[in-house]
């Protein structure tokens, strides 16, 4: 499955919001024989929409989608240099699919800061130059190989340009990620096989002071740093406390800082879509539960996410919107208005479609 590195200077609250991370691992709760790993988070992608239907289908339990952290310890200046863990760290990264940078923006004059100041602009340069330099270093291995190789064959001269325009990104100090060259995406696509880590999608965590969870001005700034990649805002100890609560109490206290679901909640939500990735929904009477696929996932892509026999088999999808569902009440009463939509091989599942797949076996 896909994960997220999370990454970040020392002292800035990475332990703490890992802790907090592997307190709500649904691995733990729902699959009490799978392994951990020390290091790995699984999270729960929180879904309203599975509760509802485990109401209607009178399901046993929900089974939400997860996203899987990974914490990656070792981040410090000169690690593109191999010091320290630098290169333990930046195989790491390469590893992950999307790289989650945790930044400090909270004020204790007991916790050190590795610079001496809180700055959360600053740190964020720290990371990325690190990242930065470490991409521009693999350019510089490779491009006069791929320049010699474009001299013969016409059909690499694209690719020489392609990673000449991402060398000039980078030694502008930008990572390619904001420079709107992806993972995934066609400018990205001749970069490929270089594996550079800039190109992997970003969020920012900031670890907040808890005044600062409802200050709009002061989180505009920091999105400002930030885009196109998203940023959350959490206090890390305060995730760390309501890891400990039961639901009625974290509710409380989340309202006490006017906040209406958890930091951990909202860091799912978007990590799983920093991922580029989606749900679709089954129900019955043992499970109602939401699976994850790629955005763009065709109907038999999607039901091999379940079992390769049922994409193999695949005959065709029984769709119904969550919201028809709802409306109707039951899967009978959606049919019996003809808002049950059967859904062949080239069908692209949507968001919040509800399906039970036909197969041969
Ligand atoms: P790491 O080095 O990035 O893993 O940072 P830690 O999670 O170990 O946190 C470093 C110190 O900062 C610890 O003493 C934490 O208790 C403290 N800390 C973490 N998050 C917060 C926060 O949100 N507010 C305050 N005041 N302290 C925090």
Known sequence: SLTIGIVGLPNVGKSTLFNALTKNDVLAANYPFATIEPNVGVVGVPDPRLAKLAEIFGSERVLPATVDFVDIAGIVRGASEGEGLGNKFLANIRESDAICQVIRAFEDENVVHVDGRVSPKDDIETINTELILADLQTIEKVLPRLEKEARIKKDKQAQVKAVQEAQAI????????????????????????????????????????????????????????????????????????????????????????????????????????TLGLQTYLTAGPKESRAWTIPKGATAPEAAGVIHTDFQRGFIKAEVISFDDLVEAGSVAEVRAKGKARMEGKDYVMQDGDVVEFRFNV
């Open 170 to 273: 980078l030694e502008d100090g930008r990572t390619l990620f904001s420079a709107g060259i992806a993972q995934g995406t066609e400018r990205a696509e001749p970069l490929h096989e270089l594996h550079l880590l800039t190109t992997k999608p970003f969020l920012y965590v900031f670890n907040v002071d808890e005044d600062e969870l409802t200050d709009e001005a002061f989180k505009d700034e920091q999105r400002a740093l930030v885009a196109p990649a998203e940023a959350i805002f959490l206090n890390a100890k305060l995730e760390a406390d309501l890891a400990e609560l039961d639901e009625d109490e974290a509710l409380e206290l989340l309202q006490s800082v006017g906040q209406d679901e958890p930091g951990l909640a909202t860091l799912a939500r978007v990590g799983f879509n």
